[in-house]
Antibody, heavy 119, light 110 residues
Framework: EVQLVESGGGLVKPGGSLRLSCAAS????????MNWVRQVPGKGLEWVSS????????HYADSLKGRFTISRDNAKNSLYLQMNSLRAEDTALYYC????????????WGQGTMVTVSS | QSALTQPASVSGSPGQSITISCTGT?????????VSWYQQHPGRAPKLMIF???NRPSGVSNRFSGSKSGNTASLTISGLQAEDEADYYC??????????FGGGTKLTVL
């Protein structure tokens, strides 16, 4: 079964850091681009970041202003998101999502991990 | 403010058809054939319903169809069923930022 399982979310103070992980299974992880997408509870989806299959190229939403770093370890079938200088507006459910092999579509999603930034 | 514009809500009765629009620009929706649509039920992760403007992934009901004209893409659901009640999001590849989402549309089945 194709599966993505996020972890690492929690409560962090403003200015703090957190590292999210996404464990992939059931497919050849190293063949797919991967993404992080977030959703403020009760609000819409927001694309956060993407990384190519090899990990050589990354992209970020302009709103992040260099605070987040996406990475992957293909040997461990894992995707990561290092989040620094966290702000209250980063509070959201963070989803790991796989890019379709044939298109720019998110064809597999995890269940998400909640990040709460509050003092 | 979302990059792609969707109506906040639409509604329809069982058996009817509804259409949700998604308006962007020539830098995203109108410039590429990479519009996708997602269904999200409360408390659940989004599910891919349409990719590449008009294509359905395996397992998605043929009651769901996608189309596009210029900078506006559309999702049509025919033969509306109670289980279709959910939030729907469009997304597109963009040459300004790799991916953009619409603000989402809440579908109510009356």
């Amino acid at each position: 079964e194709v599966q993505l399982v996020e972890s690492g979310g929690g409560l962090v103070k403003p200015g703090g850091s957190l590292r999210l992980s996404c464990a992939a299974s059931g497919f050849t992880f190293s063949s797919y681009a991967m993404n992080w997408v977030r959703q403020v509870p009760g609000k819409g989806l927001e694309w956060v970041s993407s990384i190519t299959p090899s990990g050589h190229f990354t992209h970020y939403a302009d709103s992040l202003k260099g605070r987040f770093t996406i990475s992957r370890d293909n040997a461990k079938n894992s995707l990561y998101l290092q989040m620094n200088s966290l702000r209250a507006e980063d509070t959201a459910l963070y989803y790991c999502a796989r890019d379709s092999e044939w298109s720019y579509a998110f064809d597999v999603w995890g269940q998400g991990t909640m990040v709460t930034v509050s003092s | 403010q979302s990059a792609l514009t969707q109506p906040a809500s639409v509604s329809g009765s069982p058996g009817q058809s509804i259409t949700i629009s998604c308006t962007g620009t020539s830098s995203d929706v109108g410039g590429y054939n990479f519009v996708s649509w997602y269904q999200q039920h409360p408390g659940r992760a989004p599910k891919l319903m349409i990719f590449d403007d008009t294509n359905r992934p395996s397992g998605v009901s043929n009651r769901f169809s996608g189309s596009k004209s210029g900078n506006t893409a559309s999702l049509t659901i025919s033969g509306l069923q109670a289980e279709d009640e959910a939030d729907y999001y469009c997304s597109s590849y963009s040459d300004t930022t790799p991916r953009v989402f619409g603000g989402g549309t809440k579908l109510t089945v009356l």
